[in-house]
Every structure is written in structure tokens, then in C-alpha cells.
């Protein structure tokens, strides 16, 4: 008893869930103080200039450069003090020819203006302001419209929204912001071996965990995850648990049960559901080959194996994109990468028309960044813990060279910003 | 009048900075599904091997390799099938010579077992399981404490919790976990020309908005913000902020009127509140170089500058380095980095003993990562949103070059791993 399994490449797997699959990037209106990290469903546009008009970069006095063209320390210009203004209000009259106005950062110039001088370099005697070197025109001068400028597109839709972008939906008005929807996940645990409860691990049961990692990398990726628990190797329990995911939610994730053959419950379970049921079961990517994904009422059901990294490897390559393309990201197929040197050399003995995934952890060397290959069989978690991000060597290529330039794909919830900081 | 600043080394202010404080890390006991992001406050140890025992990488036929040493095509090995192992349990006798036994990948493997045939290579044939190829030691065999051994310090003190460490804390047995606790920072927004409201922004008012990305900065950082709200220009308003600050929190923010001289309010505020008062004002920091702390009851007050590229700077350079070490984070004084050409040079014409922080914007070129500077005055809050983070141009250098290699450093909160992906 042989079983023939026919393995889809990756990126053919990924254009049919895209085919298969119906949903929609969709909606919502959310206060602009909860938009962090939510990711703009439109173009963001500026009805105004910002600043609104010129204004002082410093606390100084404010000038005609043209009156200062002459200054010197052995012959300073004095110009006449009339009045400040502060950061609460304009000057209602322009600066005239010989004249000075005190102002503070940030305070908007009066008409005729067109230079400031920091107070450090003036000097005030009683209404006088004595000035020993010439303003240049435009100094400490920060003009209207120089930061932002009416009508520009300041964010684009599809844009994930950091601290400073929030701030800037505040500035030019908005109290609240149209966001993608997060994309919701149902996941389900399959296997009669599972269990949540560490008083029954021993013999007889394992713990269920790998829900724990799914969880978070749906919602690092910016869905939200409902974690439906733990299902047995029952055909009808776990269709059932399918069904009730579909009701509640965008996609289904299944973990484990995923062995192509005779136990091979979840895409059973998928084809009982409705048309097409099961797509693609077998991917050419290793670790991660007894992934797949079937499609029920145009949602997708994602079977993800049982060793974790195979089962983290399946999420990356076939639900992120996913839930990118869901949430309208500006790119939808990956996230950050940085690039270093192998500290080693890494051969794969089989594979050759797979994509093959490492792990490795990125340090800092003499030279700048290496990667360092994790050695470790799929199931090992240790592998995860120790990573960084992955390198991804394509088909038709066995090795790595020690020394080579790869990318490291960084990957929400696995990886982090500081993980290779020293 | 000139004003004389005395403008202090920025390692030179954080040495003093942690002098002063008398704040110490503190942990907290939490669920380990609330662990996400938290920072381990004691070295995590396992006291299990992982894998328990030998198992299964493959669905196959568990043997004893020796018995498969003369397999080939033309003269073919068979055993026999002596029961099977699934998932849920192990095998109670030992495999005894000429025997094979069928396991699912995961399977716990029976004593004599050394190595497994994946079921695609062996034909089961009634209970005779023909096998035509030698069968190496090991092989397919996951062997027990190769994933995590007992004793090991599998994570460390420090350590930001990620996904899969979260799995492998429950893996461990961890129902709990002991983490730090997050310190909270108070900020307040001074300034009288501030508002909340914008219905009265125009010629008299302008809106807060900095608190909104210190708030960012401060949770992705780890710590927990309070946001105080608007103090206007009044000495005893904002001493009685702080104050309040101080009791509600293990440190505090003001942004805004920290203009070193007679509107210096924010110093004269706490100075009021006791010794030491102001520690350091005047930072060799470019643009930031108006920051500063304070230490009241041994708790910071850190003196944001207005100017937004100054707030995040100051930030950057004194609370994170704070924040981190009240964590207990391994690295104490920075986060990630990626490398990459600068784009265009970029010169200074002045702060030649100052620190300078240029913000870049890094992206994709031919030749890998590419860092383009994005000019603009501190306050421009453009510069933030167009940047992925800053490069450091350090003391008595005035000139990055076009094409020099530079570290860029990622932010929490400015920074996302996402920003120059194509």
C-alpha cells in the first residue's frame, strides 16, 4: 500500500486559494486613538497646510532679513521690539521695515517676516534688539505647507498605522479613521491524543499547544483568532467543528490530523462540507509538505500539520498571504526581511523541487549580520525558540553556501525587532 | 539676555539617570496565555525531556535496524507486523527480532526499536510488512530530550516572550509564569496654547497630539501609559501634575515648555517638588538637544521637548534605555538594527560635539537594502512618516557618506518589521 501524493508548488497553491476563495477586503470606522497597527482601507489626504503658515523654528526674534543684510560685530543693527507673539495666537499687524518681534518656537510669524534670529545670538536692550550678523532670508523659518501640503495623499490606502501616523490623522482633523477588518480565524486542534489539561499528560495524552502559536500569528498578522479547542479523530466531530468555524468565522485553521493516508479525518471532513472541499493537499515546501487547504462556501479551511514547524511554515506560506490580501495590505506576500551571511553551510540530501525553509538565528558579527542555521527535525520546538527568521532556498537549489548573502524573512509573533540585538 | 545651556553627554545623562532613580525591575506572576510580548523575569528551566522518549518522524513501520541490514529489490526483508502505536499510547513489549510494528509519526517507539520505514517505502502484505531497503539507525527516529533536554535553560531571564516560547512554556507544564511588571509612565502635555478639541483649533489653539505616539512608544517599549491630559504654561498646574504623576506612576512624561529659558516652567515645576529636581537639561543630542530628567522621589521626569522629531529623539535616548532596564531586558540599550547604503550623503553643518539623529527610509535597491534620509526640520512630523527608522552620526563626525554602510535603528511603535517591504 503506497500513497501517491501529488504536490502542488507553492506559489500554484496559493493562485488557486486566491481563486477559490470569495471574501473581500471589508470596512470599518474606528476612533482614530484605537487605529494602531490597524491597517488604512483608503488613502489618507490633507485638507490643509501644515503648518498653517510660516512659524519660528527657535525662541528668537523675529526679522526682515533685509534689515540685518549689514550687521556686524563692529557694527550691529538695531531694530525696535514691538510686541511678541506667543503660541496661542497671530500678530494681527505685518513687521515693518526696522522693526522686531519676540517670538517662541513654534509661534506664527507676522507678514513681512522672513527670517528669525535665536535669542542666543540677539541681545535686548530695554525695546532694542541688537543684532551683530546678518539672517538669512528663510532663517529658523519653518514655512507654511513645508511639512504637509494641502490635498497631498499623506498615507495610502493599505498603509498599517504606527504612533506617528496616528498622530497625524489627529492633526489634520480626523477622529476617526475607515480600517480593514480584521479577518477572524477559527482554530481547531484535531487528535484523540490532545489534551488542555496537564493533569492528564503521561501516557496517554499530549498537550495541545500549537493553537497557542496559530493564535498569536493570526493576530500579529492583524486578524483575530477564536481558538474552538480540541477535537478527537472522529469524522463527524470534526466536520461538525468545521461547520460551526465557518459560521463563526472568515477561515478555518485545522492543526495536526493532516497525514495524507488512512487517518487523513480533516480532508474528509473538508470534502463532506461542500464543493470544491479540499484544493491542494501537499505542497512542495519542506518542512510543511502535508499542508493543504480546502475552500467550503467560499471560505477557506487551512490543514495544517501536526509538527510545528510545519505547521508554523504552512501558516506563513498559505494563510498570511491571506489574510494580507484580506486586510488590503500594500504588500501582500511578505513581511520585513534583513539580509546577512551564512555562518554555515546547509545541504539538503532530498527536495530538490521543493522550497526548502531554515530557520536561522541572525547575530552580530565582525562583518555585520550573520545567519546561523538551526539544525533540527519539524517537530522540534527548540528550533522556533532559537530562530530568528527563515531563509527560504528555492527548488532546484540543495545547498546554502557558507558566506552566502541570504534574506531573513522576519515573521509576526515568531519573530521579533530585538531579537538579534546584543 | 543670553542664555548659557550646558549641554551633557547623552551616555553621560543616562549614567546620571540611573544613578538617581532608586526604581528597581518587579515582577508579577501571570497565566502563561497572557504572557505574549512580557518579558521572562527568572531563567526558565525544563524539568522534562522532550520528546518524553523516542518516537516517530513518519507514518511507517517502526524495526530493529539490524534486522533490515541485507534488504534489497531482488531479495526483499519481510517482518512481522506485530500490533501498532498510534498517538495515545505506547507500545507495553519491547519489538523482539524479525518484528515490526506500525507507528503514526509522533508515535512513542517500542525498547529494541532503532529505526522507522515510512510506510511509502514498505508494502504490508497480511501482517508481513516486506521491506526493500536497508533500514539506517535512526532513522525516522526522533530521539527523546533531542528537542528539549531535562535540566536545560531553555529561555532565559530577560527574554521577550514570543509565540513559540508561550508554546513551550505550556509544553513544560507552565500554567504560570513569572514576568516583569510593566513600569507605568504618566504624560502631560504643556502648553496653554494645547487643546483636546477640535472645534477650537484655528487661531488661538492648537491640537496635543504628541501624547498620542509617546503613549505608542511607551507600550510597544513594555511599559503601561497614562495619559494626564493638557497643564497649561502655570508653575503650579504643572507641579501639581507631576505631583499627581509621580503618584500614579513610576515615571513621568512632559512634552512641551522645555524651551531652555524664561518659559522653562517644566524645570522650575520640579525643582519645586524636591532634590534632586532637575539633573540634566541640555542634551549633546541633535535634534533633541532641549531634553532633559528630573528625579523626584527617586522617580524620572523626563522634559520632552516639543518639536516631534526632539519628543521621539528624547525618547529614544533616555526612557527606552529606562524602560528596558526596568524590564530586565537582556539588551539594555537598543533594539533591532538592519544595515544598509546610504542613499545620498548627508552633511552637518553644525553639532560637531552632539550626537546627530538622522531619520531613513529604508528600501529595497539592487544591491540590497538601501537607507535614503528624509530631511526636514524637528518639527516636521512628515520626516517620522516617512522614515523606517534613524542612523546615529556620533561625535567629531559631520558627514555620512553616500554609499557608507549604516546601522539603522528600528523603533517600537515608529518602526514596524513591515515598513520597506517591496
Not at 500549537?210 to 472522529?234: N, Q, R, S, W, Y
Request: proline share 5%; net charge neutral.
Amino acid at each position: 500500500m503506497k500513497s501517491e501524493i501529488a504536490y502542488t508548488d507553492v506559489d500554484e497553491a496559493l493562485s488557486k486559494l486566491f481563486a477559490e476563495v470569495t471574501l473581500t477586503p471589508s470596512s470599518e470606522t474606528v476612533p482614530v486613538e484605537h487605529c494602531y497597527n490597524r491597517v488604512l482601507f483608503k488613502d489618507l489626504r490633507s485638507d490643509v497646510d501644515i503648518p498653517f503658515k510660516n512659524s519660528s523654528h527657535v525662541d528668537g526674534f523675529a526679522v526682515r532679513a533685509e534689515d540685518t543684510a549689514k550687521a556686524s560685530k563692529s557694527a550691529p543693527v538695531t531694530l525696535k521690539l514691538v510686541g511678541s507673539v506667543g503660541l496661542v495666537e497671530s500678530a494681527e499687524k505685518p513687521l515693518a521695515k526696522g522693526q522686531a518681534i519676540k517670538v517662541r518656537t513654534g509661534s506664527y510669524l507676522p507678514d513681512g517676516c522672513d527670517g528669525v534670529v535665536p535669542k542666543e545670538y540677539a541681545t535686548l536692550e530695554n525695546n532694542t534688539v541688537i543684532i551683530s550678523n546678518p539672517v538669512n532670508e528663510g532663517a529658523e523659518v519653518v514655512r507654511g505647507g513645508s511639512d504637509i501640503k494641502k490635498d497631498d495623499i499623506v498615507l495610502r490606502k493599505g498603509h498599517k498605522l504606527r504612533a506617528q501616523d496616528i498622530e497625524l490623522a489627529k492633526t489634520l482633523g480626523h477622529s476617526q479613521l475607515v480600517v480593514s477588518r480584521p479577518p477572524v480565524a477559527a482554530i481547531i486542534s484535531v487528535g484523540s491524543e490532545l489534551t488542555d489539561d496537564p493533569a492528564e499528560v503521561g501516557k496517554s495524552k499530549i498537550l495541545a499547544t500549537h493553537d497557542i502559536v496559530i493564535t498569536h500569528m493570526v493576530e500579529e498578522a492583524g486578524g483575530k483568532a477564536k481558538d474552538l479547542g480540541i477535537i478527537p479523530d472522529d469524522l463527524d466531530v470534526i466536520s461538525k467543528a468545521i461547520s460551526q468555524g465557518l459560521l463563526e468565522a472568515s477561515m478555518v485553521f485545522t492543526i495536526g490530523g493532516s497525514s495524507v493516508g488512512e487517518a487523513d479525518l480533516v480532508s474528509a471532513a473538508i470534502n463532506k462540507l461542500g464543493k470544491p472541499g479540499v484544493v491542494v493537499h501537499g505542497l512542495k515546501l519542506q518542512p510543511g509538505r502535508v499542508a493543504g487547504f480546502g475552500v467550503v462556501q467560499g471560505k477557506p479551511v487551512f490543514i495544517l500539520p501536526g509538527l510545528i514547524q510545519s505547521t508554523v511554515n504552512a501558516f506563513v506560506f498559505l494563510a498570511y498571504p491571506l489574510i494580507r490580501r484580506l486586510l488590503g495590505l500594500l504588500s501582500a506576500r511578505r513581511d520585513g526581511v534583513v539580509y546577512a551571511k551564512m555562518a554555515d553551510a546547509v545541504e539538503f540530501r532530498r527536495w530538490e523541487e521543493f522550497k526548502k525553509v531554515t530557520w536561522v538565528k541572525v547575530y552580530e558579527g565582525i562583518d555585520g549580520l550573520m545567519a546561523q542555521p538551526v539544525r533540527g527535525e519539524s517537530p522540534m520546538l527548540n528550533v522556533l525558540i532559537q530562530t530568528t527568521g527563515y531563509v527560504l532556498t528555492p527548488e532546484h537549489r540543495l545547498k546554502l553556501e557558507k558566506g552566502e548573502t541570504v534574506a531573513v524573512n522576519l515573521v509576526p509573533g515568531i519573530s521579533m525587532l530585538s531579537t538579534y540585538a546584543p
